[in-house]
């Protein structure tokens, strides 16, 4: 890889950080969606509510009207000899209550399923699937496929542990090619802080030595990259993009399973657009595997 394809790597995973960082005005976006679907549901539930409160109307029949017979000076009435109206004490029960008991039962309803749910959102409980990076296809003969690999990691502790069981370190580039701090380089992550490695390259160098910068695609990968830098360096990590710096060997080992994978289904190299990477555990431990293939159109 020479000094311009690495340069424009870097380029390209400052572009894909960008647009995996969460703005204001994503945040303010998300509260008043959530408001607002909030807001609507409360509303609809009350309406269905009030609806339901109506009794449905009785078929209207004929009220026995009282029959005045007059004879005479007399004057009899048969039927009913009372025209007075029912007291409201008199009425029969409905079985309706009244609607500031029902708004209190529904508030009630809310507050309970916001403790049962820790008025959580999301699934940050959850165990989060694979976390994706990818080294962006390169134009040099040496390598002109992309590769993509899902990580298993399910937090800081295991994801640093599976970089240092294969050798893989993090590479901090600055967003600025001039600077003096330009490269970090972080190994030996699942040490204790004294065991850990900082040491310091540049785009040059790393260039030099070939190096096939993997860019993340997931946040969290990126945010515990993050987190690792500025313990480890001090450094303010807003001004660098993170990705990985694999060992030659584990290269190799890739463009092997790549290759015995294309030809397994009678491709050749030039057919294949992107290889993706997984990785599985086996007997000795954790190994990479072919996921899939796409080839080029």
Same mark, same amino acid.
């Given at each position: 890889?020479?000094?311009?394809?690495?340069?424009?790597?870097?380029?390209?995973?400052?572009?894909?950080?960008?647009?995996?960082?969460?703005?204001?005005?994503?945040?303010?976006?998300?509260?008043?969606?959530?408001?607002?679907?909030?807001?609507?549901?409360?509303?609809?539930?009350?309406?269905?509510?009030?609806?339901?409160?109506?009794?449905?109307?009785?078929?209207?029949?004929?009220?026995?009207?009282?029959?005045?017979?007059?004879? #005479?000076?007399?004057?009899?009435?048969?039927?009913?000899?009372?025209?007075?109206?029912?007291?409201?004490?008199?009425?029969? !029960?409905? #079985?309706?209550?009244?609607?500031?008991?029902?708004?209190?039962?529904?508030?009630?309803?809310?507050?309970?399923?916001?403790?049962?749910?820790?008025?959580?959102?999301?699934?940050?409980?959850?165990?989060?699937?694979?976390?994706?990076?990818?080294?962006?296809?390169?134009?040099?003969?040496?390598?002109?496929?992309?590769?993509?690999?899902?990580?298993?990691?399910?937090?800081?502790?295991?994801?640093?542990?599976?970089?240092?069981?294969?050798?893989?370190?993090?590479?901090?580039?600055?967003?600025?090619?001039?600077?003096?701090?330009?490269?970090?380089?972080?190994?030996?992550?699942?040490?204790?802080?004294?065991?850990?490695?900082?040491?310091?390259?540049?785009?040059? !160098?790393?260039?030099?030595?070939?190096?096939?910068?993997?860019?993340?695609?997931?946040?969290?990968?990126? !945010?515990?990259?993050?987190?690792?830098?500025?313990?480890?360096?001090?450094?303010?990590?807003?001004?660098?993009?993170?990705?990985?710096?694999?060992?030659?060997?584990?290269?190799?080992?890739?463009?092997?399973?790549?290759? !015995?994978?294309?030809?397994?289904?009678?491709?050749?190299?030039?057919?294949?657009?992107?290889?993706?990477?997984?990785?599985?555990?086996?007997? #000795?431990?954790?190994?990479?595997?072919?996921?899939?293939?796409?080839?080029?159109?």
């Amino acid at each position: 890889m020479n000094s311009q394809d690495f340069s424009r790597v870097v380029s390209r995973c400052i572009a894909i950080d960008h647009r995996m960082a969460v703005t204001g005005y994503d945040r303010i976006s998300a509260i008043l969606l959530a408001t607002l679907i909030l807001v609507g549901g409360f509303t609809l539930l009350l309406f269905v509510m009030w609806v339901l409160s109506f009794e449905r109307p009785l078929p209207l029949s004929p009220r026995p009207w009282p029959l005045v017979i007059t004879t #005479g000076d007399t004057v009899e009435i048969s039927g009913d000899e009372s025209l007075d109206e029912p007291l409201p004490s008199e009425l029969p !029960e409905t #079985g309706v209550p009244p609607v500031s008991e029902m708004i209190a039962g529904v508030l009630g309803v809310i507050s309970q399923s916001r403790l049962q749910t820790g008025g959580a959102s999301g699934n940050e409980s959850g165990v989060p699937g694979p976390r994706r990076s990818l080294s962006p296809r390169l134009g040099n003969p040496g390598r002109s496929t992309g590769w993509e690999i899902d990580l298993t990691a399910v937090d800081r502790e295991s994801y640093a542990r599976q970089l240092d069981q294969f050798g893989i370190a993090i590479l901090a580039v600055s967003r600025a090619p001039a600077s003096v701090n330009e490269v970090f380089v972080l190994s030996s992550l699942s040490q204790v802080d004294a065991a850990r490695v900082v040491t310091q390259s540049s785009r040059t !160098e790393e260039s030099a030595r070939g190096t096939i910068l993997f860019c993340h695609t997931d946040r969290r990968l990126a !945010e515990w990259d993050r987190q690792m830098f500025q313990s480890m360096t001090g450094q303010d990590a807003s001004e660098y993009v993170t990705g990985y710096r694999m060992p030659e060997v584990l290269v190799e080992q890739l463009a092997r399973l790549e290759r !015995e994978y294309a030809a397994t289904r009678g491709h050749e190299l030039t057919d294949i657009h992107s290889t993706q990477f997984r990785i599985v555990d086996s007997a #000795g431990g954790q190994v990479f595997e072919v996921a899939g293939q796409i080839l080029r159109r």
